[in-house]
């Protein structure tokens, strides 16, 4: 039976160790100059109705150093569900490449994506989940710190969907969440009653004071640019600044899923900081975009 990734819940606990493990050898590989042309011949399309640096580039660059091709499709190419049905696209998709990703607004393009295409289909983001970067993100926090276990990661800002994929996997991995975020802006309901590790507050000082790692996003996400300057007041505590890692204990980790506005959600000061992680986080997209292929194509 083909494998999909469209949630974190997609996985089990072994499943992304499996896939955290894979990475970890390909990263070595990588490092080392060691060839794996473990795809090789094998295509990826990428389907996009957001913009993107990170998710193009890393898919792209990742399916190249494993002897494959991606085809980049941007918003206007395919206008998936406008010029023909997503269905339909997953169908024709399905007889020509191996492997789909798809960068969408609703949740339910990637699930009908993966109900109509008989190979595997890759979230790589929608307005419910990003699961692509919280397996990085949780990948990056053990190579760091060696384990998840005992691990305790505060998100300040926005629950959005790199909030809700960190309270999926919470409710499969070891670590505990504490997410601090302004009244109204609370994360999926439907997740938090999966987890028993989520704990939220609205005081971000309370979230930061036991954190091994401390994350932030953007405040306003792709398609809600409309509500950004709004939000910009009710965000302002929740801002990462030196002030509030005040609360913050010793040796904490700086993350964010990049792009960051500078000046919102995080300060200069603390972004290119002594405890910032957020470009080796960065690389490490490209590591796990192949392990998360080549597992799912195993
Ligand atoms: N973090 C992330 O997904 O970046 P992009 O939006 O640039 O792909
Ligand atoms: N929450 C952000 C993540 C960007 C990688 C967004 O959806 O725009």
Redesign the pocket.
């Given at each position: 039976m083909k494998r999909d990734f469209t949630s974190i819940f997609d996985l089990g606990k072994q499943e992304i160790y499996e896939i955290f493990d894979l990475t970890k050898k390909l990263k070595e590989s990588q490092k080392k100059g060691i060839k794996h042309k473990i795809l090789k011949d094998k295509t990826l399309a990428m389907i996009f109705e957001k913009?993107?640096?990170?998710?193009?580039v890393t898919f792209e660059t990742g399916m190249t150093q494993l002897g494959g091709h991606a085809i980049y499709l941007a918003p206007a190419d395919i206008n998936i569900g406008k010029r023909e049905s997503v269905s339909d696209a997953a169908k024709n998709l399905s007889r020509w490449v191996d492997l789909i990703m798809a960068r969408v607004f609703a949740h339910k393009t990637v699930e009908d994506l993966a109900k109509s295409a008989v190979i595997p289909v890759i979230n790589g983001?929608c307005d419910i989940e990003?699961p692509c970067?919280i397996m990085c993100d949780l990948f990056t926090i053990i190579e760091k710190k060696e384990s998840l276990e005992k691990i305790t990661i505060a998100y300040i800002g926005d629950g959005n969907n790199v909030c809700n994929s960190f309270i999926a996997a919470s409710a499969l991995l070891e670590f505990n969440l504490n997410i601090a975020m302004p009244r109204g802006y609370e994360p999926n309901k439907d997740y938090l009653a999966k987890t028993k590790k989520a704990i939220l507050t609205y005081d971000p000082k309370q979230a930061v004071k036991d954190a091994d790692i401390i994350y932030t996003d953007v405040w306003a996400s792709m398609g809600q640019e409309q509500s950004a300057e709004k939000k910009k007041k009710i965000f302002k505590p929740y801002q990462i600044n030196s002030e509030l890692l005040k609360s913050a204990q010793k040796d904490y980790l700086i993350m964010h899923?990049?792009?960051a506005h500078r000046g919102e959600e995080i300060t200069d000061e603390v972004i290119d900081g002594p405890n910032s992680i957020v470009f080796d986080q960065a690389e490490n997209?490209l590591h796990i975009q192949k392990g998360i292929m080549v597992w799912l194509l195993k």
């Open positions: 913009p993107s640096l990170r998710t193009r983001l990003h970067q899923c990049l792009p997209r």
